[in-house]
């Protein structure tokens, strides 16, 4: 029976995974942690054998800063600005800058003082 005895990347990298995960929409969520998996143990694997060019540590750091920039952008790429104006963010948000402003040109409300 032969074991597998592949190297495991650094937890650094498998924390940082499990960190982006929650950003990640849930519906992609599943996909998205598989493609990073696979691309990280492959990216370990080579620099394991010494065939990436210059350290380690250089592509690890970019493939940290692509997992991150891919989940965020899974994130923000269905938004949709008629769907955010008809949520409550919106009607908070309107309600927060009419306060502000209310403010600013009654210089701080002195008239309810």
Same mark, same amino acid.
């Given at each position: 029976?032969?074991?597998?005895?592949?190297?495991?990347?650094?937890?650094?990298?498998?924390?940082?995974?499990?960190?982006?995960?929650?950003?990640?929409?849930?519906?992609?969520?599943?996909?998205?942690?598989?493609?990073?998996?696979?691309?990280?143990? &492959?990216?370990?694997?080579?620099?394991?054998?010494? *065939?990436?060019?210059? &350290?380690? &540590?250089?592509?690890?750091?970019?493939?940290?800063? *692509?997992?991150?920039?891919?989940?965020?952008?899974?994130?923000?790429?269905?938004?949709?600005?008629?769907?955010?104006?008809?949520g409550p963010v919106f009607l908070m948000?309107?309600?927060?800058?009419?306060?502000?402003?209310?403010?600013?040109? &009654?210089?701080?409300?002195?008239?309810?003082?």
């Open positions: 029976m032969s074991s597998d005895h592949r190297p495991q990347p650094p937890a650094v990298c498998r924390c940082l995974l499990r960190l982006a995960n929650p950003i990640v929409p849930p519906d992609a969520r599943a996909p998205w942690r598989r493609r990073q998996d696979a691309c990280l143990q &492959s990216l370990w694997i080579l620099a394991g054998r010494g *065939e990436l060019p210059g &350290s380690d &540590s250089a592509f690890l750091a970019w493939w940290c800063r *692509e997992a991150l920039a891919t989940a965020f952008l899974l994130r923000v790429r269905g938004s949709d600005p008629r769907r955010w104006i008809r948000a309107a309600a927060a800058a009419t306060l502000l402003l209310v403010a600013a040109s &009654s210089h701080g409300f002195a008239v309810t003082r």
